[in-house]
């Protein structure tokens, strides 16, 4: 691995554990926890995490909370020098959100099986749209996963009286 490889798997790191903590605030309100982070030149420019259930918005997905707080930060919809991280493989929504978006590059965590639309039941990006960001798929893979785990876990628990908090991970 070369010292540009190890520093951008350090920083994808980094940036991806800010994704989580938004994750973790998700799953404290009830919700799925799925965290995003937009970054532009090294800085966090804007947070989202899903709110589906609290917001009672179908709409509501952490990347495109995410998106959003980018455009209204940046003051326009072209985020081609951001960069997005997402604990969890993006929908078929949000992968149009950030092709539309023009997202310079996605990072995920946990492969989403039943809806990923970056590589797992479809990859978006194969199709001739005008756009295909960089995409790196498993960073903190393992914990994200684990994350969403304990979060269902507890689900079926809280069915049944018990309730395990996702940060006891």
Known sequence: MTEENIVTAS???AFMRLAM???KLAAAEGEVPVG????KDGKVIAVGRNRRETGKNA???AELEAIDGACRALGGWRLWQCDLYVTLEPCPMCTGAIINARIRRLVYGASDYKAG???S???LFDFPYNHKPETVAGCLGNECSAMLTVFFRSLRRQRKGKMESVNEM
């Open 59 to 61: 709409l509501a997905h």
């Open 121 to 123: 039941v479809v990859n």
């Open 117 to 119: 639309s970056c590589g």
């Open 36 to 39: 995003a982070v937009v970054v």
């Open 21 to 23: 903590e938004q994750a």
């Open 11 to 13: 920083r994808d790191e």
